[in-house]
């Protein structure tokens, strides 16, 4: 399991964890969720080793602050929020890049192509990457992080996909077939742990939540727990309705568009837009 | 399911002839095998033309066989004592530019990195001018404490501290920013021209004409001492180098990435910084500043056969040979009885081909 200890981090001259605490077990999706700069990223780069943080971090009982790049990275596998490419590779060499533990040639072909159909991309492999659409792009990266920790159980020890907004640019089908695969991850004895914005797909998916702000800690626990309208509310600044859907199987969390503040049209009556307009 | 990906593409795939569906490492590894016997032939007819001609096949049985009864002592001098070490200090240099070019690319994650462009080698021009013209005098102790490498290792140095200084200016949060890089590159090279500049007023006649036509880059006055002196360092670079491919392969998709795919960020960069200063110093220590071959060489490569650099370092270390001896053999032949500075073919050729490069932005990207 990923266990997060008082997590720390400083960035600039500022801090922008206070002291998180979180354990993601493998066997779930553990989802982070808050809003925009409220450290969610901070707080995965900090787990995967990648930035300096005060606090004690471990993976399957690693220490994360001073393991071995190497040995993280055949634990866990990391989608990143944003990926740009520096060279014109192929969508298959993209995802081989993933097949990091010494899966070569035939194996590893075999992999990406698997890879590539879970991620719904089958015969995108000769396309360029810097040619797809943002979607497919980020599509292309799960299938590459997916290649890295195939096997959700290496010996018997899980391993875990750290995923920041895996379906912020995907399209509903989509969202909903990379969700499945985490939980079909989960289920198979791996970790997930995922930032997410949607908070539908987070109720529906997720089996541990975890309520970000101002870098800490405001909420954790199961998602009707923590999708409360009152937490929400709260933290995002926004009304929000909690309901059921119309089957009566899982939750709605809508915002509550009546209590909004309704955006001010006043203001847009006048100045140049309308004198150039009102002439015509 | 298994589905090889070296099995025959399936009927109806959505994309135009690309063999095994996007994987280039077959077309690499052909491309590879054929630089190779490329290299051969043109490494022969280095030897064999000039002023004096001789027969290839002379040539050939006399390395091969050790048996030159059949040239006369004439060509074998010729051969032995003038060719030989040229073509051979021309295929190191070739395969050494070409390298260092593609690594700093890899490293800094940009095509238009390369170490002529962004000052590396003045910086490196600048350690080797140092002890070329301080050597016999303030400096003659430290020269004589590095022996015949005085000069390589005063350029690996210079061009060890720019690279240094070049990465520390543009890179941000592991990002380069290219324009800060090309910026920074040309202020770098602009101050090292200028210390360069300053020690040029201080050198005699004789060295003036060393500097100056050291400074167009030439590969001519190849002897085996120079070679020695610069293939230790050379040889071991180039053929190391593939040993960094996975790395620079990880590091496209950005510093971050590359260490969660289990690369060890900092240590990485820290060798692929000493190797591109110890390649670039130890080539331009010879031969001056013959540009452009570290920028075309692997951009030709890369739209070939895909910027693996599994298959694309080796790939350059033999491609940037063979354009070498080219070139050489082009500014032999030109004014011949006289000869060029190679420096002037290969800038001739490759700076139109880089600004081809940039009209044409197929994987430029992040600019
Ligand atoms: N390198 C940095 N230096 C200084 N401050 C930073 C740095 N990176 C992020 N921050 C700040 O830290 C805060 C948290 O950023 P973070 O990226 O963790 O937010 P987030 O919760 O992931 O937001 P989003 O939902 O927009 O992705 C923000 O206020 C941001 O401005
Ligand atoms: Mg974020």
Redesign the pocket.
């Known amino acids: 399991m990923l266990k997060a200890e008082n997590i720390h981090v400083d ?2 001259r ?1 801090t ?1 964890l206070h002291g998180i605490d979180l354990a993601a077990h493998a066997g779930r999706v553990t989802a982070i969720i ?12 900090a787990l995967t080793g990648e930035i300096a943080f005060q606090g004690s971090a471990t993976l399957n009982g690693v220490d994360i602050a001073g393991a071995q790049p190497w040995q993280l990275a055949a634990m866990r596998g990391v989608l990143p ?1 944003s990926a740009t490419l520096a060279f014109p590779f192929t969508v298959h060499e993209v995802v081989r890049l993933g097949l990091t533990s010494g899966i070569m040639g035939a194996d590893g072909g075999d992999l990406v192509i698997e890879a590539l159909k879970a991620v719904d991309l089958g015969g995108f492999e000769a396309r360029f990457y810097q040619e797809l659409s943002g979607g497919e792009q980020q599509r292309v990266q799960l299938a590459r992080v997916l290649c890295q920790v195939w096997e959700p159980l290496l010996n018997d020890v899980p391993r875990f996909l750290f995923l ?2 895996p379906v912020s640019s995907l399209d509903i089908k989509h969202q909903l077939q990379i969700m499945r695969i985490a939980a079909d991850y989960a289920a198979r004895g791996g970790g997930v742990l995922a ?1 997410m ?1 949607d908070l539908n797909l987070t109720a529906a998916f997720a089996d541990h939540v975890v309520l ?1 702000s101002d ?1 800490r800690v405001f909420a954790a626990g199961k998602p009707p727990d923590v999708l409360t309208s009152g937490n929400l509310e709260r933290v995002y600044d926004c009304p929000m309705r909690i309901g059921s859907a119309p089957d009566g199987n899982g939750m709605l969390v809508l915002p509550d568009l009546a209590a909004a503040q309704p955006i001010d049209h006043q203001n847009h009556a006048s100045g140049d837009w309308n004198d150039a307009t009102s002439g015509r | 399911m298994a589905i090889s990906s070296d099995s025959a593409a399936p009927a109806g795939r959505r994309v135009a002839p690309r063999r095994h569906r996007g994987d280039r490492s077959a077309l690499a590894r052909a491309t590879i095998a054929a630089l190779a016997v490329l290299l051969a032939l043109v490494f022969v007819f280095s030897l064999t033309s000039g002023a004096t001609d001789t027969s290839a096949a002379a040539v050939f049985w006399a390395l091969v066989t050790g048996n030159d009864a059949a040239i006369s002592t004439v060509e074998r001098v010729v051969i032995f004592d003038i060719r030989l070490p040229r073509t051979v200090l021309g295929a190191l240099i070739g395969a050494s530019l070409a390298v260092s070019g593609a690594v700093m690319q890899g490293l800094f994650r940009n095509p238009l990195a390369d170490p002529g462009i962004v000052g590396v080698s003045a910086g490196a021009g600048l350690g080797a001018v140092t002890f070329i013209v301080l050597g016999t005098g303030v400096l003659a102790p430290v020269a004589a404490l590095f022996g015949i490498y005085h000069v390589p290792f005063a350029a690996f140095f210079g061009g060890l501290v720019t690279t240094i200084l070049l990465y520390r200016v543009s890179t941000r ?1 592991g990002r380069t920013s290219v324009a800060t890089m090309l910026l920074a590159g040309i202020a770098l090279g602009a101050l090292a021209g200028a210390f360069t500049g300053l020690l040029v007023f201080w050198a005699d006649d004789q060295q003036l004409r060393d500097l100056t036509f050291w400074g167009l880059g030439s590969v001519a006055g190849a002897t085996w001492v120079k070679i020695a002196a610069v293939a230790p360092i050379i040889v071991p670079v180039v053929l190391l180098a593939p040993l960094l491919a996975r790395g620079l392969n990880a590091m496209t998709l950005g510093e971050a990435t590359a260490q969660h795919l289990g690369l060890n960020v900092q240590r990485f960069k820290r060798i692929a910084i000493v190797a591109v200063a110890a390649a670039t110093g130890a080539a331009v220590a010879v031969s001056g500043g013959i540009g452009f071959v570290g920028i075309v060489v692997p951009h030709l490569l890369r739209l070939l056969i895909g910027p693996d650099h599994r298959y694309l370092l080796p790939a350059c270390a033999l491609l940037g040979a063979v354009m070498l001896l080219l070139a050489d053999a082009i500014a032999r032949q030109v004014v011949a009885p006289a000869e060029l500075p190679i420096g002037i073919v290969t800038a001739a050729i490759g700076a139109p081909f880089f600004l081809w490069i940039l009209l044409r932005r197929r994987g430029i990207v992040d600019l």
Do not use: A
């Open positions: 960035l600039g500022k922008i808050g809003p925009n700069g409220s450290g969610k990223t901070t707080l995965m780069r929020q920041d907004e930032i914005h970000i870098g | 949060h």
